[in-house]
C-alpha cells in the first residue's frame, strides 16, 4: 500500500495515446459515440465513459479519484465552489419536513443557508453547542436525517469529537456529515471516525495558491449516487480548468500543508508569549481546550491560528493598519499569509449575541498562516503588535 503522499502524485487517469507524463486539459463540454448502439448504451447508462461535461469530465473525474483515494471515500462530485458542494448535498439528500442537527460553529454562508433558505423548504435545523455533546442526543427528533459540523472550526479553530459524533450518528441512524475543509484530507479523515460524507471547499488549502474556486463531496456509494444524480440535473459542475488545476495542487498538498503546520505552530507559541495578546488558539497547542481531541483525530494542527488583541475593536483596528507583509484578506489556506478581523468582515452579518456564541469578539484576529519564511510571517505581526 503506497502513503499518502505518493498516492496524491500518482493516482492520475489512464493515459491517452499521446502518452502525455503530465494529465492534459480536457476543455470540452460534450463527447461523441462511435454509433447509435454505443449512444443508445452510454445513455442507458450500461457503460461508465463521458457524455457531457456537466456529468463529468476526465479533469474533474481525476480530481474526484484522487480527493476518494485521500479521504477513504467510495465514490464523490466535484463542484464550482465550496457552497456548491455544501448546497447540492444537502438538496440531494433532505425532503420538505426534514431536520437539520448542526453544530453552531460552522462557515457563514453555510449559517446563511440554514437560517434563510432552507425555511422556504420546509427544512428545520437546530444547533449545538461543540462544548456540550452530551446534550446532542436529547436534540434528535424522528425528523432529523443529518448530523453536521466542521472541525476545526472557522473562525474560532475549536475541535469537535469526530469519533463521538460519528458514534451518536450510528446509533441514530443519521447520515454524517463533515465540512474538513479546514484540515485538508491530508490532516484528518473523518471515514475513519464515522462519517458518512465529506465536503470541502477546495478554494482553500487543496487549491493553496489562491487561484481557483472548487468543491467535492465525497464519501458512502449510495449517498454519492444520490448527490450526482441531482448534481448533473442542476450543473453546479466544476469547470474542467479549474478541476485541471486543483488536481495538479494535490500533487502539493502534504508537502505544503507540512509547512503551513509548522509555521502556525510557531506563530501560535509566539503570540502565546505576548504581554498585548489576551488569548491564542491552535489546536496542536497545549492550552488549546481540546487538544487531547485535536491529537487523536489531526496528523497536525492546521494553518489557522486565532487569537484576541487587547483593547477591544479600537485596538484591533490598529493592529490591521499596521500590518505591512501580510495581506488582508477574507481567504485562508493560501501561500500567503492572510489576516482576516471577522467581527468586521465573514461574520459581520451575525448579531453580537450570534457572535459570542461562536467565540468571536471584537478583538479576535483570524491570521490563515501561509508558507513565506515564519520569521518574516512573525517580525509582521510583532511590530503591528507593537
Ligand atoms: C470557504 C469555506 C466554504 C465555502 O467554500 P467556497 O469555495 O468559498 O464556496 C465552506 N466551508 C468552509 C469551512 C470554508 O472555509
Not at 452510454?42 to 476518494?68: D, H, L, Q, T
Not at 443557508?113 to 428545520?124: H, V
Amino acid at each position: 500500500m503506497n502513503k499518502f503522499e505518493t498516492n496524491a502524485i500518482r493516482t492520475q487517469l489512464e493515459r491517452s495515446n499521446n502518452l502525455e507524463h503530465s494529465v492534459p486539459l480536457y476543455l470540452t463540454s460534450s463527447f461523441v459515440f462511435e454509433d447509435a448502439e454505443d449512444m443508445r448504451a452510454s445513455f442507458a447508462e450500461e457503460k461508465e465513459r463521458n457524455i457531457y461535461s456537466r456529468y463529468s469530465n476526465p479533469n474533474s473525474s481525476e480530481f474526484v479519484k484522487k480527493v476518494c483515494q485521500m479521504e477513504g471515500a467510495e465514490a464523490g462530485f466535484a463542484f464550482a465552489s465550496g457552497m456548491a458542494a455544501v448546497f447540492s448535498t444537502f438538496a440531494a439528500l433532505l425532503d420538505s419536513g426534514d431536520h437539520v442537527l448542526s453544530a453552531r460553529n460552522i462557515f457563514g454562508s453555510t449559517h446563511a443557508l440554514f437560517t434563510k433558505f432552507f425555511p422556504k423548504w420546509n427544512i428545520s435545523h437546530t444547533y449545538f453547542k461543540i462544548d456540550d455533546l452530551d446534550t446532542i442526543e436529547n436534540l434528535i427528533t424522528p425528523q432529523t436525517k443529518i448530523i453536521y459540523a466542521e472541525s476545526p472550526t472557522n473562525p474560532g479553530v475549536d475541535v469537535v469529537d469526530l469519533e463521538l459524533l460519528g458514534s451518536i450518528a450510528k446509533k441514530y441512524n443519521l447520515i454524517l456529515i463533515i465540512d474538513n475543509c479546514f484540515a485538508s484530507p491530508y490532516l484528518q479523515q473523518p471515514i475513519n471516525f464515522g462519517a458518512d460524507l465529506v465536503i470541502h471547499s477546495g478554494t482553500k488549502l487543496m487549491d493553496g495558491q489562491g487561484r481557483v474556486l472548487a468543491g467535492i463531496t465525497v464519501g458512502n456509494a449510495e449517498l454519492m449516487d444520490k448527490i450526482y444524480r441531482f448534481s448533473r440535473i442542476t450543473g453546479p459542475a466544476l469547470s474542467p480548468f479549474n478541476a485541471w488545476v486543483i488536481s495538479k495542487s494535490l500533487e502539493t498538498l502534504a508537502v505544503r500543508v507540512d509547512r503551513h503546520c509548522e509555521n502556525a505552530l510557531k506563530l501560535a507559541q509566539f503570540l502565546e508569549g505576548h504581554d498585548k495578546v489576551n488569548w491564542v488558539k491552535y489546536p496542536f497547542l497545549r492550552s488549546h481546550p481540546k487538544y487531547e481531541i485535536a491529537k487523536k483525530q489531526m496528523k497536525a494542527g492546521g494553518c489557522v491560528v486565532a487569537f484576541e488583541v487587547k483593547g477591544g475593536l479600537e485596538a484591533g483596528q490598529q493592529f490591521f493598519n499596521s500590518i505591512k507583509l501580510l495581506s488582508l484578506s477574507a481567504n485562508l489556506g493560501d501561500s500567503r499569509s492572510i489576516v482576516t478581523h471577522p467581527a468586521s468582515t465573514t461574520h459581520s452579518k451575525l448579531s453580537i449575541s450570534e457572535r459570542a456564541e461562536t467565540g468571536i469578539t471584537d478583538g479576535t484576529v483570524r491570521v490563515s498562516v501561509g508558507l513565506e519564511h515564519s520569521e518574516d510571517i512573525i517580525r509582521d505581526i510583532q511590530q503591528a503588535l507593537q
